[in-house]
């Protein structure tokens, strides 16, 4: 038999997703099981590619909604879950009694094995630090700024190995070493620890970049990096330059998208009046009512701005 794990690609939360429910469907479902998995990116237009669904089983995990009937598994927490009005009445009438939604969980990962707990009778407890930090990591439970951009925990070193690495071979593996190694093991992985110095070298630059490219406008980080190719960075950066600011608001651009990410200090919580998800959904992104983002096809910079600024005369006070 064949099992089909879609997830949320160059994501600690999607991977971690991915790892526990290999675990949990080995140990509750099937144990005799081959399981595949392809990592899946936000951007303009269908994020499923045709011939994604071809295990005899599927799950998508911390990602969106699909009604292809093919679709076995779901388990997400994202606001923005249902694309259109009718995925979300699809999913309000199946009856499978294995597709699960809950935009208030932190984390993918927690929300999963919570719930394979209590339904099926997962023991969750062998894979309990990997659920802990996926559940910090994606709520941004960090104690301040300093813990989330210095990268001191092996936690937070992979976390930056998988943001940093499009290498879905290497990927592949980390999800299968999750399921039964701890942080710091897998930090060690020669494959891993090859791709750390350099990351953390790059992670260092990108604080000086951040530092010159970004500024502060009422209570929004404003930052333009369309100048240049990146897509990938530590999203706690702009609060540990500016711990004042309520919001971020980046403009970036890679060989796939040009993107716009917005979020909200998770060390100001009081401070943030809006539904940043609600605001992207509108231009066809989304996320959380704490963090969202917009992806466009890449020739779309010019367009990013407009939806930048037009973001920012909202939030700003």
Known sequence: ???KVLYHDRCFDGLASAATFSRFYRERQHADVEVAYEGLAHRAGEVFRPGAF??????????????DPRLTWWFDHHESAFPTPGDRERFAADRS???????????????LADTATRVFGFDQGPLAELIAWAD???????????????????????????????????LHGVIARMQRDSLAQLVAWPEAAARLAPLLGAHRANIEIFR????????????????QEMDSFNKFIPYYLFPDATYT?????????????????PWKPGSRRHDLAKICERYGGGG????????LPPGEVARAHVIADEMFAEIAD
């Open 1 to 3: 038999m064949r099992l």
């Open 54 to 67: 071809d295990g005899d089983e599927n799950a998508v995990v911390d990602f969106r909604y699909s009604p």
């Open 97 to 111: 009694g294995k597709k699960f939604y809950d935009p208030k969980a932190r984390s993918c990962t927690k929300f």
């Open 136 to 170: 910090l990591i994606d709520g941004a439970q960090f104690k301040d700024p300093r813990s989330a951009v210095e990268l001191r925990e092996p936690a937070l070193q992979l976390m930056t190995v998988i943001e940093g690495s499009a290498d879905a071979t290497f």
């Open 212 to 227: 010159r490219a970004s500024r502060l406008e009422r209570n929004v980080v404003r930052t333009d990096l369309s100048g």
């Open 249 to 265: 608001l980046t403009i970036t651009r890679s060989k796939d998208r040009a993107k716009i990410s917005v979020g909200s200090n």
């Open 288 to 295: 959380h009512p704490v963090v969202g983002a917009v992806s």
